[in-house]
């Protein structure tokens, strides 16, 4: 199917993004939501489950204690009121990953319900309100045999694993966002991101959208420049990276753009988002609306959360990230460019630990944004995945704030500890990568060095100094990196009997 | 006396004892089921080495000195809505035959805990949806008073085989009266527990916030005993009261009712109720008078809706329930060619698997919860139970229990009401609020209706966790009517 | 007027996923008809003001710790299986939206 597209200039000259943006968050529970059967991510097939999990006859769920109190502790950092009681829901339609052919939710009584963030893009802050927080369970997963591509369209038979059936999930669902405008693609991006950090400073998951265990739905809609009455909205599925979040709006701005500006329709729909065009097509559309016939689960009792329990779980939350950042910043004394800077590259919390095991902050984010910055990128892993500690990062520096290193040398030594050579200082021993320090061995050097550069030898003699930079080169080639250079510049001109 | 005719007390002394073997019991017990079984088909799977296999631990664990209950060696019939490890679990429908459970139901742990031997799984209406076992896809299950009787239902298959002596003890599941409306028809004592007293951990679900599991026995005293051995507080079962069983056992040995205050409920007699019940319930009603009891009459005018309450809040559960039977994780399958999707072999598999019963209340209950009627229908049976829940309260501010017939009419003849689901759903009037407002409910014989000579149940209602009181009160009156009738009633019943 | 269609009544086995024929539509439209007909009287309780009751009884609060405990192993997770290929459930293929 081909889609026509506008260009994204166009359609915002045109048209103004309103946006939604349901998240879905995998609980780190040992447990899953309603049995005791493991959560372990990649476990072979049909290991983590039981009774209650496949739905066989005569199970019963119970609710696991610890993905209530996670949920609340996610509202409570989300600024939602949290309900002083609410009950489980069943969300009844069938579907063969789901194993009741009901999902446990919630419906009109969240746990959490009208909070907000408050995200950075461009030096602004936009304010994304939260609808409501929610907790349900997860479904297990099909693997579609035959038929072309692997696709459920087309696929002969399906096998379906349920190890991933009945894990705790949680979902965020924003209000509609208008008045982002442009900036639609990067405000999405950034909530996700900023809710992503917030998961992580709550410890409550572990936030992986290549694993699913973090997962996305953006809804996009536009309304003609000057009108206030929103377009219809699609839904986009299949969201699985930050990036991918920032396109996908992107890409259904284009695409809406095109349409209307035809004179077409928006038609309500679920899209699917494709990470390889970065386009998004449009899903089976429904033969007839879905009635879901929620009630309410009465397998389940309500959850009247005490108020002085949830008192208790707001005064033990976490500092969140953007306070953090913004004490942080303060801090280290970087400009809102850099902290940006190191907040896209997910370096702010390596740089903390870097500092808290004692390297200076102007050195411990050098490395992280500079050369380690770089080696990421080349492997196109994440900054946190090098094999490579913040306690590592702290040893350099202090050995190159000794002088045992200079920073030619500090490199190598990365080097060596991300090949997994040992730790900085076993690979210094390994590679015998130390300054030079001894003076005769020193002097013997700058001695043969002055000997094959006489002609540079003697202008630095009659005044020039500034030809004394390519001796010192001439002693760094020679030592093969190990001399101190601001000890053999002193030596050399000492020799030359050339005073500064 | 034979074995067979024993109670269940009597055994569990006699296997304590040594006088008599768990294995000797249940092989006296299942020869019984092997002789009437072809005239009552009260089981669906019996199988005698796995039972004996039972009695044998059983005696095993008695030598070696193990403590165990009061019912170490006494064999049950168990219904077979509840999983067992050792025996298929099939809920009498077609979409679970054969189906052998990975685990087994709380009830049924705890009757191997306290050494009950099962003698085999029971018949009832499929998914326990019906009040005659004629829903079962397995056959009906006869009235051992009448072979051309239904047995009540659902648990049809537990009451006549107690009933028919083929068991001193049996389980069942009371939702609407599935309970106490076999035991009334069948002349025996059935109690439904306090919701939640009971765990349903195991039970295949049919309305979830209704269910209860609850004992079938000749007697007072047996039915508490075995009340206690599986009730109590499971940790699988969400709904689960965390809180002491009721003293039912102590109760049942009292027996007593001076001074207790009575409730006849006023809306159930008269027109609908058949004279010969009517006429037995009245006595009843002087008799406790004449114990000691002071008997008043209270009006609770919403019970009249509780009927329709019922079959709009368990059908709209059940159809979200058994959504799980869909032929893709266990159970049939049908017509899964290689080219038909999942969606068709579901609805084919669904449509051939279930009876017409439970197509009839998972479209019921389809209904009642889609958009448009959810307020209507399912919200405002809701509130009526509410209203229901809040009349037993008032009630029980001046009385300690309330009592009705059991059910309006004795056994009725098999096929009678099977087209008609009306009055099907109309053996169910006077059981219905108990299950509703979650209270204890008890059905003791109390004679025979003179038209038929069929059994006449006395239900005797209490509050939450009053479950005591329910047994306090069935044992006087079982006392005094056996005194009156110079034993039980049972013997009144024809020669299998 | 009846209070349910036979058209609903196709819906209604649609969405419960019962393959039903033609006559059996008529048998239930007729059956359902009389029912619902019947249990509409719980409309005449006058409950406006009334809470719905979900639950028999007024219990909160009952939760598990979050602990593991033994999984059933995949010979007995699929042992009731119709279908089983690479120690997962086969089913057939499902009408899902294209992905």
């Given amino acids: 199917m081909t889609t026509t597209k506008m260009s994204y200039d166009e359609a915002l000259d045109r048209f103004e993004p309103v946006l939604g943006l349901e998240t879905h968050v995998e609980l780190g529970t040992a447990s899953k939501m309603f049995c005791g059967c493991r959560t372990m991510f990649g476990a072979p097939p049909n290991t983590q489950v039981c009774p209650t999990c496949l739905a066989l006859p005569g199970s019963l769920p119970v609710a696991n204690a610890q993905a209530i109190e996670s949920t609340i502790r996610i509202g409570l950092a989300l600024n939602c009121s949290i309900a002083e009681w609410c009950r489980f829901a069943r969300k009844n339609y069938f579907y063969p990953d789901m194993p009741k052919n009901y999902q446990i939710s919630q419906y009109d009584e969240p746990l959490c319900f009208d909070g907000y963030i ?43 694993d349920y190890n991933r059936a ?33 998961m992580r400073s709550l410890g409550v998951s572990d936030v992986r959208m290549e694993e699913g265990s973090l997962r996305c739905d953006v809804n996009v809609s536009l309304m003609p420049r000057g009108s206030s009455e929103w377009g219809t909205r699609t839904e986009t599925k299949n969201v699985n990276s930050l990036r991918s979040v920032e396109r996908a709006v992107r890409s259904e701005i284009e695409r809406q753009g095109a349409v209307l500006a035809d004179g077409g329709r928006i038609v309500q729909e679920t899209r699917h988002f494709h990470e390889d065009t970065g386009t998004t097509t449009s899903g089976r559309s429904k033969e007839e609306a879905q009635d879901y016939r929620y009630f309410p689960e009465p397998d389940l009792v309500p959850i009247a959360p005490d108020p002085a329990w949830v008192a208790e779980l707001k005064a033990a939350l976490p500092e969140l990230p953007s306070v953090k950042r913004k004490r942080l910043q303060a801090e280290w004394g970087l400009s809102d460019l850099d902290m940006q800077a190191m907040h896209n590259a997910d370096a702010i919390d390596l740089v903390e630990a870097t500092v808290a095991a004692g390297a200076p902050a102007a050195d411990a984010r050098k490395w992280w944004m500079g050369e380690l910055a770089r080696r990421a990128n080349e492997s196109g892993t994440a900054l946190a995945e090098l094999p490579i500690t913040p306690a590592h990062i702290a040893r350099v520096t202090e050995l190159v704030a000794s002088g045992a290193l200079n920073d030619k040398l500090a490199r190598e030594v990365l080097e060596g500890v991300l090949n997994g050579e040992g730790t900085p200082d076993e690979v ?23 000997a094959a550069n006489a002609d540079a030898a003697e202008k630095v003699r009659s005044g020039k100094i500034a030809a004394v930079g390519a001796l010192v080169g001439g002693v760094m080639k020679a030592s093969r990196g190990k001399a101190d250079a601001a000890r053999a510049r002193v030596l050399i001109l000492e020799k030359l009997g050339v005073s500064e | 006396m034979s074995l067979i005719q024993k109670s269940a007390a009597e055994l569990g002394a006699l296997v304590a004892a040594g006088e008599v073997s768990a294995v000797e019991v249940a092989e006296a017990h299942l020869d019984r089921i092997a002789e009437v079984e072809p005239k009552i088909n009260a089981f669906l799977h019996v199988d005698r080495e796995v039972t004996l296999g039972q009695a044998r631990a059983v005696d095993e664990r008695l030598r070696s000195g193990e403590r165990l209950g009061p019912l170490a060696g006494v064999p049950i019939a168990h219904k077979d809505i509840f999983t067992t490890r050792d025996m298929p679990t099939t809920a009498a429908s077609r979409i679970l035959e054969g189906w052998r459970p990975p685990y087994d139901a709380t009830v049924t742990r705890r009757l191997r805990e306290a050494g009950l031997v099962i003698l085999g799984k029971t018949n009832l209406d499929e998914f326990a949806m019906g009040s005659s076992t004629e829903n079962s896809a397995y056959g009906p299950t006869r009235n051992p008073w009448d072979l051309d009787k239904i047995p009540g239902g659902s648990s049809g298959g537990s009451s006549a085989a107690v009933a028919a002596y083929q068991a001193p003890l049996s389980t069942g599941t009371d939702t609407g009266g599935s309970i106490r409306q076999p035991a009334a028809v069948t002349g025996i004592v059935g109690m439904k527990p306090t919701y939640g007293g009971s765990s349903r951990y195991g039970l295949i679900a049919f309305a979830s916030s209704l269910d209860t599991p609850g004992p079938f026995a000749r007697n007072v005293l047996d039915a508490a005993l075995l009340h206690e051995a ?33 409730g006849v409920v006023k809306e159930f007699g008269g027109e609908g109720f058949q004279p010969g019940v009517q006429a037995r319930f009245n006595e009843a009603v002087a008799l406790l008078e004449s114990l000691g009891a002071k008997v008043v009459e209270i009006s609770c005018p919403s019970f009249a809706t509780a009927l329709p309450a019922y079959y709009l809040i368990a059908p709209s559960e059940c159809s979200s329930n058994l959504a799980r039977f869909d032929a893709m994780r266990y159970g049939l399958r049908v017509g899964d060619d290689g080219t038909r999707s999942a969606e068709e072999v579901m609805a084919l598999t669904r449509a051939a698997g279930f009876g017409p019963e439970v197509k009839r209340r998972i479209m019921l209950g389809t209904y009642a919860l889609s958009s448009g009627y959810y307020d209507a229908y399912y919200g405002q049976a809701q509130k009526v139970r509410t209203v229901i829940a809040r009349e037993f309260e008032a009630a029980y501010h001046q009385v300690d229990v309330l009592i009705s017939p059991t059910t309006p009419t004795t056994a009725f003849p098999i096929g009678e009401r099977a087209d008609d689901p009306m009055a099907m759903y109309l053996a169910d009037l006077c059981t219905i609020p108990s299950n509703l407002a979650g209270n ?9 209706a003179d038209e038929d000579g069929l059994p006449v149940g006395l239900q005797i209602m209490a509050p939450v966790l009053g479950d005591d009181r329910c047994y306090r009160v069935a044992a006087a009156v079982e006392k005094a009517l056996e005194s009156r009738w110079g034993g039980p009633l049972l013997k009144e019943a024809p020669a299998l | ?14 969405l419960s996923r019962l393959a039903l024929t033609d006559d059996e539509l008529d048998h239930y439209a007729t059956q359902l008809d009389a029912i619902i007909e019947s249990v509409a009287k719980v409309a005449e309780v006058a409950a406006e003001d009334v809470p719905p009751s979900s639950h028999a009884l007024p219990l909160t609060n009952v939760f598990r710790a979050d602990e593991v405990r033994q999984s059933l192993t995949p010979e007995q997770a699929l042992s009731g299986a119709p279908a089983v290929e690479d120690d997962r459930f086969r089913v057939p293929r499902i009408l899902g939206e294209e992905a």
């Avoid at chain 2, 102590?250 to 205050?261: F, K, N, P, S, Y």
């Fill in chain 1, 118 to 160: 408050d995200v950075e893009v461009d030096g602004e802050t936009v304010r994304i309100e939260i609808e409501r927080v929610h907790l349900e369970e997860d479904t297990g997963k099909s693997t579609h045999v035959g038929g072309a591509t692997g696709r459920i369209h087309g696929a002969d038979y399906s096998i379906v």
């Fill in chain 1, 166 to 198: 009945g894990i705790p999930l949680v979902e965020i669902v924003t209000k509609p966002i208008p008045g982002a405008d442009r900036l639609a693609p990067e405000v999405a991006r950034a909530y996700v991101t900023e809710l992503r950090e917030i």
């Fill in chain 1, 428 to 450: 210094v021993d390994k590679r015998g990568l130390k300054i030079v320090n001894d003076e005769g061995e020193l002097s013997a050097i700058i001695d043969e060095v002055l």
């Fill in chain 2, 230 to 262: 599986f009730s109590g507080h499971d940790p699988l079962d969400s709904t689960s009261i965390d809180a002491p069983v009721p003293s039912v056992v102590e109760a049942a040995r009292q027996g007593d009712v001076a001074g207790l205050r009575v």
């Fill in chain 2, 440 to 448: 204890a409910a008890i059905s003791v014989p109390c004679g025979l």
């Fill in chain 3, 1 to 14: 007027m009846s209070a349910i269609t036979r058209d609903e009544v196709a819906h209604l086995a649609r």
